[in-house]
């Protein structure tokens, strides 16, 4: 046997087999075998749970700061409907109720809790692009019959998606702030109401993404874990099968 310098590994050369039995041989090579696989997907994989961890807790905080929402509304009108003319109770209802209540950013500019905000967004923001290159290393492309480009149902085109948002609205600054916040929910009283909510539903797909891909790491860990524990299972009935072998020729030549 060799010790690799580089990596400390075990090097099975032809003279080991020489010098080894096939018990020695099937812990070192079979078992060897199976460790240095294993090992490598489940470090792959550990990697990989962990990035989708990082990239939903950054979700989870953008989440808490886009719900930095409020409405204010009008105040009560000043009338007493009884004893008037209930057309006039009418008239003051109807245009009570019928006005719309926008929602707004919750807080002023300049104020500490906006700043706090201000800080908060731009580590998140961060946060987030420095993620993108951690998942495209773990994120399979398509296959060729389907274009071979990025799954645009990926977590990693989930978070591209957010982060634009984020870019676009420029969040360095309390207009892009607003904005981003807003969503453009005021636009419901509009013609121009299609757009509304697009930020939170962005937001949303990409936490569904991330439950998703967490689960099914996870689930792949499982099936690592057990095919582990039968590739010990498939040597040890081996070396078992073939101490009763040696056993047996032992006996017969004792005999």
Known sequence: ?????????????????KEHNIQALIELSYVKAANETLASNLSSLNTALTTTK????????????????????????DFDYLGKDSTAYYAAA??????????????????????????????LKAKLSAQIPL??????????????????????SKV??????????????YEGQKAWVEDKYPALTTTDSSTSG???????????????????????????????????????AVLQKISQIIEKMGQSISR
Do not use: W
């Not at 990082?54 to 009108?77: E, R, S, W, Y």
């Not at 591209?160 to 600054?173: E, G, I």
């Not at 991330?210 to 498939?234: A, C, I, M, P």
């Open 94 to 123: 109807k245009d009570y109720y019928g006005t719309s209540v926008d929602p707004s950013f919750a807080y002023a500019e300049g104020s500490s809790a906006q700043i706090q905000f201000s800080s908060d967004i731009a580590k």
């Open 198 to 236: 697009l930020i939170q539903q962005r937001l949303t797909f990409g936490i569904t993404a991330g439950q998703s891909l967490n689960d099914t790491q996870k689930e792949t860990v499982r099936r690592y874990l057990f095919l582990f524990e039968e590739y010990y299972k498939s040597a040890s």
């Open 160 to 173: 591209r998606a957010v982060l634009k948002d984020l870019t676009d609205n420029d969040v360095s600054t």
């Open 135 to 156: 998942l495209s290393a773990t994120t399979p492309l398509l296959p060729l019959n389907q274009g071979g480009g990025e799954d645009p149902n990926s977590l990693l």
């Open 54 to 77: 990082d990239v939903m807790d950054t979700f989870a905080g953008l989440q808490g700061l886009h719900n930095a929402i409020t409405v204010v509304g009008k105040p009560p009108f």
């Open 1 to 17: 046997m060799a010790i690799d310098p580089i990596t400390g590994e075990v090097i099975l050369t032809p003279a080991a087999y």
